[in-house]
């Protein structure tokens, strides 16, 4: 009996307990509330209105909106920016379809999931209920963000597109692309032989593989891999032709044969490695170039990504000295499908619709892009008579460092043209590296119909597509590195036949339609 | 007074009487019902047009298209690699690492020096608590190109050229043995430790004065005395069989050593519907792959659990 008094007396004075403590944080939290309100008040002047922004880029270079220009931003709209970057690719998709979206989303992937009434507001919608203005942005770039929604309405734009005449009137640097870099110490010790062609480009790997027996001549890790000889030989990942309007998938392409034979040479004769072609972690590939593993590597023509890589290398060797290989391929480089990669939406449960309408605003005019990218005016840039932006002394210096994203951070402009991005990695360069880039630029002609009439994900034709893109991976690391000519010859047989019973006709049957759908959105 | 009537109010005295043992019971219950048996509700997916946009009604409200997806699947060009490294992989693993903590435990059970039985046993243990995460970036500083396997390999001779552990399709099933092993092995040595304590010690004093030595006291005595738990350990093994046995890692495997030079022997069906659902958003398709590894799993829990039941008389239900 006695026991049970003990227990029942324990049992109220745990209880009392929990209840006191659960008031007491209730009160804590009520009285912390009212002094937040009371600095507010107080502070009305530099009141931030707090925005959550997820990232779909694991890659992402920065995680705090901080720096110059997110100051600019701030300062400009009012809005400050808590920022979470995905983990992985797959968080995303959990997220929409666990309804928990934050305020804002920048994602390169997902784009026709999310361009729904369901998960996002619509622009127009912004621009009705919460006071957004997009007068600046172009036909093209609404066009573009509309073929991803079924209701013919834009929840996104997407950035780094350029029309046909931005592209044409472009004064400097060339469209990203991949691209390969180069320890040009190690050229020096070779005698710098000239790479001018393809075939000069082999008799170079053989001449490394000799005289650096340690090193990999041609490092394949990360993402670009082989785009580059792909490239060079005509192969893309979607050749339309023009003239005909007949598109084909990458490897139903006339030339994927003799490129991947190519690139099969190379394995049998040890230019490339395996081990490091199988490493398609970005960071981790480019390890291998940092550490001196390579001698060339496959990477994105980018300044920055030059001076990130350049500055990285020498860090661990200070005597190294890395360079961007010109353009070897005897035509023109590659048609672009360029329109755009990625966009910001504001999701159905956007704690303030209205703050991210004044962000966004501010973010898709003239001067809002461009300061997204260049700065302050008249203090980083002045912009001269040609429209190309003269960078001041300071930012060049930050730029030559490749210390742009820590002192700038120009990575939370959410909106920007293709050509501006080439103006701030460009403008006012080493003339060596201009020229360098400028070989990029032989007979490009843009086609953002391509990327607009690529099938949505849910559809049959984006299974399809996706199934492709999976044998693609898988096919060609067994391509690449077959062990004889005549294992190459029945993977290539059993890779065709595969992509036969996946559904290559079909996609191909669609994509020559759906681009000619995509060029009446453009009005072409 | 009927029969019934008696029985039910006995029943609910037994159940008064066990009151505090039965709140345990009603939390697992609760728990079970709740995690593991109410998203079987989700299940209907597979055989639906589902959308993610449709939000959580669209599983039910949305186009029944019947076995679409399940053909699909069996009609997938990887459908044949996917099944086949699924099984093989699990196979393995259930004929290497099964066995393995079995045969350990008997030998710690052994040992003479307790010391060095602790130590043993705590250094087999400690793996366990490391996350496949972790084990896969060692795994890349030992098997790697300039790892140090293959460094001592090359300068000890042994090799010539380095050998590519971590891309060669050829080696990944025994990577995944040896890591499944290397990492899970001596933690479940703790159940059979604990199953091999329980051994009645006079039945090996007996076995010892009657002239028997240690192998035979092994094989008669201590093996013969844990075949229920080893019973019980190999049902639970094989019910998680495309999961990876005992230490259920073939995703976190295949997942993370999987790259595009190993992929024919590393892609596995589990790996194929987290691409599949959550990746690529197509959530019905994924849960129709998904259901057909479950009732495969299904029917070798029911087969195993039979078969255990009429040879050695033990058996899970």
Same mark, same amino acid.
């Given at each position: 009996?006695?026991?049970?008094?003990?227990?029942?007396?324990? /049992?109220?004075?745990?209880?009392? *307990?929990?209840?006191?403590?659960?008031?007491?944080?209730?009160?804590?939290?009520?009285?912390?509330?009212?002094? =937040?309100?009371?600095?507010?008040?107080?502070?009305s002047?530099? @009141?931030?209105?707090?925005?959550e922004v997820?990232?779909?880029?694991s890659?992402?270079p920065?995680?705090?909106?901080? +720096?110059?220009?997110p100051?600019?931003?701030?300062?400009?709209?009012?809005?400050?920016?808590?920022?979470t970057?995905?983990?992985?690719?797959?968080?995303? !998709?959990?997220?929409?379809? /666990?309804?928990?979206?934050?305020?804002?989303i920048?994602?390169?992937?997902?784009?026709?999931?999310?361009?729904?009434?369901?998960f996002?507001?619509?622009?127009?919608?912004?621009?009705?209920?919460?006071?957004? %203005?997009?007068?600046?942005l172009?036909d093209?770039?609404?066009?573009?963000?509309?073929?991803?929604?079924? &209701?013919g309405?834009?929840?996104?734009?997407l #950035?780094?597109?350029?029309?046909?005449?931005?592209?044409?009137?472009?004064?400097?640097?060339?469209?990203?692309?991949?691209?390969?870099?180069?320890?040009?110490?190690?050229? &020096?010790?070779l005698?710098?032989?000239?790479?001018?062609?393809?075939?000069?480009?082999?008799?170079?790997?053989?001449?490394? @593989?000799?005289?650096?027996?340690?090193m990999?001549?041609?490092?394949?890790?990360?993402?670009?891999? %082989?785009?580059? $000889?792909?490239?060079?030989?005509?192969?893309?990942?979607?050749?339309?032709?023009?003239a005909t309007?007949?598109?084909?998938?990458?490897?139903?392409?006339?030339?994927? @044969?003799?490129?991947?034979?190519?690139?099969n040479?190379?394995a049998?004769?040890?230019?490339?490695?395996?081990?490091y072609y199988?490493?398609?972690?970005? !960071? &981790?590939?480019?390890?291998?170039?940092?550490?001196?593993?390579?001698?060339?590597?496959? =990477?994105?023509?980018?300044y920055?990504?030059?001076?990130v890589?350049r500055?990285?290398?020498?860090?661990v060797?200070?005597?190294?000295?890395v360079?961007?290989?010109?353009?070897?391929?005897?035509?023109?480089?590659?048609? +672009?499908?360029?329109?755009?990669?990625?966009?910001?939406?504001v999701?159905?449960?956007?704690?303030?619709?209205?703050?991210?309408?004044?962000?966004?605003t501010?973010?898709?005019s003239?001067?809002?892009?461009?300061? !997204?990218?260049?700065?302050?005016? +008249?203090?980083d840039?002045?912009?001269?008579?040609?429209?190309?932006?003269?960078?001041s002394?300071?930012?060049?210096?930050?730029? &030559?460092?490749?210390?742009?994203?820590?002192?700038?951070?120009?990575?939370?402009s959410?909106?920007?043209?293709?050509?501006?991005?080439?103006?701030?990695?460009?403008?006012?360069?080493?003339?060596?590296?201009l020229?360098?880039?400028?070989t990029?630029?032989k007979?490009?002609q843009?086609y953002?119909e391509?990327?607009?009439?690529?099938?949505?994900?849910?559809?049959?034709?984006?299974?399809?597509?996706?199934?492709l893109?999976?044998?693609?991976?898988?096919?060609?690391?067994?391509?690449i590195?077959?062990?004889?000519?005549?294992e190459?010859? /029945? *993977?290539?047989?059993?890779?065709?036949?595969?992509?036969e019973?996946?559904?290559l006709?079909?996609?191909?049957?669609?994509?020559?339609?759906?681009?000619?759908?995509?060029?009446?959105l453009?009005?072409? | 007074?009927?029969?019934?009537?008696?029985?039910?109010?006995?029943?609910?005295h037994a159940?008064k009487?066990q009151?505090?043992?039965?709140?345990?019971?009603?939390?697992?219950l609760?728990?079970?019902?709740?995690?593991?048996?109410?998203?079987?509700?989700?299940?209907?997916?597979g055989?639906? =047009?589902?959308d993610?946009?449709?939000?959580?009604?669209?599983?039910?409200?949305?186009?029944?298209?019947?076995?679409?997806?399940?053909?699909?699947?069996?009609?997938d060009?990887?459908?044949?690699?996917?099944?086949?490294?699924?099984?093989?992989?699990?196979v393995?693993?259930?004929?290497?690492?099964?066995?393995?903590?079995?045969?350990?435990?008997?030998?710690? /059970?052994?040992?003479?020096s307790l010391?060095y039985?602790?130590?043993?046993?705590?250094c087999?243990?400690?793996?366990?608590?490391?996350?496949?995460?972790?084990?896969?970036g060692i795994?890349?500083?030992?098997?790697?190109?300039?790892? $140090?396997?293959n460094?001592?390999?090359? #300068?000890?001779?042994?090799?010539?050229?380095?050998?590519s552990?971590?891309?060669?399709?050829?080696?990944?099933?025994a990577?995944?043995v040896f890591?499944?092993?290397?990492?899970?092995?001596?933690?479940?040595?703790?159940?059979?430790?604990a199953?091999?304590?329980?051994?009645?010690?006079?039945?090996?004093?007996?076995?010892?004065?009657?002239?028997a030595g240690?192998?035979?006291?092994?094989?008669?005595?201590?093996?013969?005395?844990i075949?229920?738990?080893?019973?019980?350990v190999?049902?639970?093994a094989?019910?998680?069989?495309?999961?990876?046995?005992?230490?259920?890692?073939?995703?976190?495997?295949?997942?993370?050593?999987?790259?595009?030079?190993?992929?024919?022997?590393s892609?596995?069906?589990?790996?194929?519907?987290y691409?599949?659902?959550l990746?690529?958003?197509r959530?019905a398709?994924?849960?129709?792959?998904g259901l057909?590894?479950?009732?495969i799993?299904?029917?070798?829990?029911?087969?195993?659990?039979?078969?255990?039941?009429?040879?050695?008389?033990?058996?899970l239900?």
């Amino acid at each position: 009996m006695k026991k049970r008094i003990l227990a029942t007396f324990l /049992s109220i004075i745990m209880v009392v *307990t929990m209840g006191l403590t659960a008031c007491s944080d209730a009160k804590g939290e009520s009285s912390r509330t009212e002094d =937040d309100g009371k600095e507010n008040t107080e502070g009305s002047e530099t @009141k931030m209105d707090t925005l959550e922004v997820f990232i779909n880029m694991s890659w992402y270079p920065t995680d705090k909106f901080e +720096g110059i220009i997110p100051n600019l931003i701030k300062e400009a709209t009012g809005v400050d920016l808590n920022v979470t970057i995905a983990t992985s690719n797959e968080q995303l !998709g959990v997220m929409i379809s /666990s309804g928990e979206l934050p305020d804002l989303i920048y994602t390169d992937s997902e784009i026709d999931r999310l361009s729904n009434s369901k998960f996002c507001y619509s622009y127009s919608e912004l621009e009705e209920l919460y006071g957004a %203005s997009f007068e600046d942005l172009g036909d093209e770039a609404i066009a573009i963000a509309k073929s991803y929604s079924e &209701d013919g309405d834009y929840y996104t734009v997407l #950035n780094a597109t350029a029309t046909s005449d931005d592209w044409e009137n472009m004064k400097l640097g060339a469209v990203g692309q991949p691209t390969i870099m180069y320890r040009s110490d190690l050229m &020096d010790e070779l005698g710098n032989p000239k790479i001018n062609t393809l075939e000069d480009f082999v008799e170079v790997l053989e001449l490394c @593989k000799t005289t650096f027996p340690d090193m990999v001549p041609f490092g394949l890790g990360g993402v670009y891999k %082989s785009q580059y $000889i792909k490239n060079v030989m005509g192969v893309t990942n979607n050749i339309y032709d023009g003239a005909t309007g007949e598109y084909y998938y990458e490897a139903s392409a006339p030339g994927y @044969k003799e490129c991947m034979q190519l690139m099969n040479e190379f394995a049998l004769k040890g230019y490339i490695e395996a081990e490091y072609y199988a490493n398609e972690n970005d !960071g &981790d590939g480019k390890q291998y170039f940092y550490n001196g593993d390579c001698v060339f590597f496959a =990477d994105y023509l980018g300044y920055n990504d030059y001076t990130v890589i350049r500055n990285n290398v020498q860090s661990v060797n200070p005597a190294a000295d890395v360079a961007i290989l010109p353009w070897i391929g005897e035509g023109g480089v590659p048609m +672009g499908s360029n329109a755009g990669w990625a966009g910001c939406f504001v999701s159905r449960n956007c704690s303030n619709p209205e703050a991210a309408a004044r962000l966004l605003t501010y973010q898709l005019s003239n001067e809002g892009r461009q300061a !997204g990218m260049w700065g302050r005016e +008249g203090i980083d840039y002045t912009l001269g008579d040609d429209g190309v932006p003269i960078f001041s002394e300071e930012f060049k210096e930050v730029r &030559d460092n490749g210390e742009l994203v820590e002192v700038y951070n120009y990575r939370f402009s959410f909106y920007f043209t293709a050509i501006d991005e080439i103006y701030m990695n460009l403008s006012g360069g080493n003339q060596e590296i201009l020229d360098i880039f400028a070989t990029y630029r032989k007979g490009y002609q843009n086609y953002p119909e391509l990327a607009m009439a690529r099938p949505a994900a849910s559809t049959d034709e984006g299974v399809i597509y996706t199934k492709l893109e999976e044998l693609k991976k898988s096919y060609e690391a067994k391509l690449i590195f077959a062990a004889s000519e005549t294992e190459f010859e /029945s *993977t290539y047989a059993e890779y065709m036949e595969a992509l036969e019973q996946t559904g290559l006709q079909q996609y191909n049957d669609y994509m020559t339609t759906s681009i000619v759908e995509a060029r009446k959105l453009l009005g072409k | 007074m009927s029969k019934g009537k008696v029985t039910g109010c006995k029943y609910f005295h037994a159940l008064k009487k066990q009151f505090s043992l039965q709140i345990f019971v009603w939390v697992g219950l609760i728990y079970l019902f709740v995690f593991s048996y109410l998203p079987m509700v989700g299940l209907v997916m597979g055989f639906k =047009d589902y959308d993610i946009v449709d939000g959580v009604w669209g599983i039910f409200t949305s186009e029944w298209v019947g076995l679409k997806y399940f053909k699909e699947f069996v009609n997938d060009v990887m459908f044949e690699r996917l099944v086949r490294n699924t099984i093989a992989i699990s196979v393995l693993k259930m004929i290497f690492t099964f066995p393995m903590p079995i045969i350990f435990a008997v030998m710690l /059970s052994e040992m003479r020096s307790l010391k060095y039985k602790k130590l043993v046993q705590t250094c087999s243990y400690l793996p366990h608590f490391i996350s496949w995460v972790v084990v896969a970036g060692i795994s890349f500083h030992f098997f790697s190109l300039k790892g $140090i396997i293959n460094t001592l390999l090359v #300068n000890t001779r042994l090799l010539q050229e380095p050998i590519s552990y971590l891309s060669d399709k050829d080696l990944y099933w025994a990577m995944a043995v040896f890591l499944d092993v290397w990492k899970e092995m001596g933690w479940w040595t703790i159940v059979f430790l604990a199953a091999i304590a329980g051994v009645n010690h006079e039945l090996h004093e007996a076995a010892a004065i009657d002239g028997a030595g240690r192998l035979k006291r092994i094989w008669h005595i201590t093996l013969p005395s844990i075949k229920p738990t080893v019973v019980i350990v190999l049902i639970l093994a094989i019910g998680n069989l495309f999961g990876g046995g005992l230490s259920g890692s073939n995703f976190e495997q295949s997942y993370l050593l999987g790259n595009s030079m190993n992929s024919e022997t590393s892609d596995i069906i589990q790996t194929y519907v987290y691409e599949v659902g959550l990746s690529q958003g197509r959530y019905a398709y994924a849960t129709a792959v998904g259901l057909i590894q479950s009732v495969i799993s299904l029917i070798l829990i029911l087969n195993c659990n039979f078969i255990s039941k009429k040879i050695s008389g033990s058996s899970l239900f």
